[in-house]
């Protein structure tokens, strides 16, 4: 994305400047089955576009950035994508960053189809950043890390995940002592150096705002951080605190169905989120915890 | 999906079948920019429904089996996904069994999600089978394996990728001397032992026809495996049948880009497309050759 003299405004400096406005808070847009039903929408592609109207709406007003999780998108068909697409538009002519929460990740020549879907102005859905998989290893990614340089986007590499039963992968080890975690936290460094030598870099992490046995180095990496779970799946404000306490102007807390359960209303919807994004603002932009990182 | 007697068929039971009719070899229908260009059906949502017209025809006399990789329908949008809907059901409708390439995979909530998209007979885009990423853990995906079953299809599980830059992940280590994917097929012996005691279950893996440092177990699974990169990604039919040769009858080969290189005349298309067929049925159905693993 191009500031109004034509230079590329790389999503850190996005993500920078709504901070500031509104706060780190993002608002998981997930429309499952049982949100669509109880706000009494219907489980299907017109509730699903009518549910797109009141949280745009909603969300312009109380955050800086959205996380629309594709699962629940794609389950509606291609009906379902459209409804996506729309929100994508919608969300950022109103000035909000979207985070496409995807996991998507391949082999070379696949991730390369990925890009062009989900980065850069010619993207038939355009996102700030995209939610991507390590599995098949981050070398084979090089064309969504140039895409997203090169478009000011951000890619969010899944490394610490919010669920417990991504443990046996995520701490398996690459080499004694190093977990597979650690490891991919070290080549993020490596590419954001590449890319953006002394700045915040494209290549972020998804890490779940959980302590397990292994303290992460968050850093070195010169990324961006998207903690998602607070609230539904158990984290709590203090956990975030806690976890990124080393670069509280980085993290990005994500929270989905504590919020949506506020709604139908969008006046109760509104007071539930802001009620969240202050919190969080105050909480991790209390003068002086900003770090240097 | 039931036989004429309303019973549940399950994806092994049809994959046998086809097996025995036209060989196990899938067809991998991946439309890059490339080949649509290459085709002259040009880059854009109308190109790629023109592939899908002529990849069906021509799938329905040569194969058992096809595998859209939904990046490349992914591009395309909204219009590209309901191509990709269109694909599944023809070719499911001409008796091919559809594999979905979309290595799909998070936590439990939103892989519920998944399994609502692409499974069982109310899906949007059902698939017979279904690829899945592990990062998040097997234990995340009980309502995919559950759905699978209840429904008759299969969830292949990237265990072993066909591309180098996964083994830092892929063969990591879960505890001393067990690899990530030496411990995921043994999971997944033990959800097909307790989904479908004594015969072949619905969980199974992809699996690269590579080998490196570490020997995999495939009979204990008792899964079916799906061996992708045969052709471009450097993979041969010999690779295949000895990474393969304790269960040659439960191993699906596919190959993407080396068959679309024929294109687009359906006749070349269908010569080249039956060779390899042919090729594959005769070296993984020789007589006395098939396992009873």
Not at 14 to 35: H, M, T, Y
Not at 201 to 224: F, M, Q
Not at 254 to 279: I, N, Q
Request: aromatic content about 6%; overall charge negative; glycine content about 10%.
């Amino acid at each position: 994305m191009r500031d109004d003299s034509g230079v590329i405004q790389t999503f850190a400096d996005r993500f920078l400047a709504v901070r500031e406005r509104v706060g780190p808070l993002v608002w998981g847009l997930d429309p499952s089955a049982e949100i669509l039903c109880e706000w009494g929408l219907g489980d299907n592609p017109d509730g699903l576009d009518r549910f797109v109207d009141i949280v745009v709406d909603v969300a312009t007003d109380t955050v800086g950035l959205v996380k629309p999780q594709s699962a629940f998108y794609e389950r509606h068909g291609w009906r379902g994508i459209r409804s996506l697409t729309r929100l994508c538009a919608d969300a950022r002519s109103a000035g909000l960053l979207v985070i496409l929460d995807a996991k998507r990740g391949d082999v070379g020549s696949t991730n390369e189809a990925y890009a062009e879907a989900y980065l850069g102005k010619d993207a038939p859905i355009e996102a700030d950043a995209l939610t991507v998989h390590p599995y098949l290893g981050l070398a084979a990614m090089g064309s969504l890390f140039r895409r997203a340089h090169e478009a000011g986007s951000c890619l969010l590499v899944v490394t610490r995940s919010s669920n417990h039963e991504g443990r046996g992968v995520q701490a398996a080890e690459t080499r004694p002592g190093v977990t597979v975690e650690v490891d991919l936290l070290c080549q993020i460094g490596q590419l954001n150096a590449e890319l953006a030598p002394g700045r915040i870099g494209p290549v972020g992490a998804v890490i779940g705002p959980r302590e397990w046995e292994t303290p992460l180095d968050l850093v070195s990496p010169h990324g961006i951080y998207l903690a998602p779970g607070v609230g539904a799946q158990g984290a709590t404000v203090d956990d975030v605190v806690r976890v990124f306490a080393a670069c509280p102007d980085r993290v990005m807390p994500s929270a989905s169905r504590l919020l949506l359960s506020h709604g139908p209303d969008p006046e109760a919807l509104r007071d539930g989120v802001s009620w969240l994004a202050d919190e969080f603002r105050s909480r991790l932009m209390a003068t002086g915890t900003d770090s240097e990182c």
